[in-house]
């Protein structure tokens, strides 16, 4: 008996392996679909989202202001953390800064820079909040915003600008030696570029 025992163990063993396997097999399967069901929701949604943006910047080309706007608010209402949506945000925050609500732009654009999708839309962001405090001759808030951009972004098509509105934040928060150290910084990294002659004429005219 023992002996027939031992010798259906093998058997047995590659019943068992051949039930894992399929196991496994099956709920791999089970992921890959799943993980598709969602990436195609997600390209759906994505894609009726951008359309949707589409016929709202059509509408103000058009100068139907007030559907333009009727159709961005429905974009973030309708398609949240798309990256339609947070377009459709920097857009709206645009038009409030033009309107000098600055405030009502200042919380879309702190949500955006935080939450927004992809990452290359956050900086845009940070940007604008920089312009809002400029605008308020809030300095010292716009120097920190822009040093934080400067550590976050260091290879952002605007760094440039960032570190001559730096220097001038600087001036008008009365921080002269800092305002000179920020501008020598531009001649030391950008060289033999129209920002670092802008820089070396302000350093001259401060002297």
Known sequence: MQSNFLKKIPDIIARSAI???????????????????YCLKVYKINNSSSLDLAKAYSA?????????????????????KTPAAYQAKLFRADMLMELQFYDEALNILKETESKAKPETIKPLALVRIIYIYDSKKDYFNAITVSKKFIDKYPDHFLIRDIYLNLAEYYLGAGFKDEAVKTFNEVLISFPATQEAEKAQKRINEIK
């Open 19 to 37: 039930k894992v396997l399929a196991i496994i097999i099956f709920v791999v399967l089970l992921v890959i679909v799943v993980i598709f069901i």
């Open 60 to 80: 103000f080309a058009n100068r139907n202001q007030q559907l333009g706007i009727a159709m961005l608010d429905e974009v973030i209402a309708k398609y949240p």
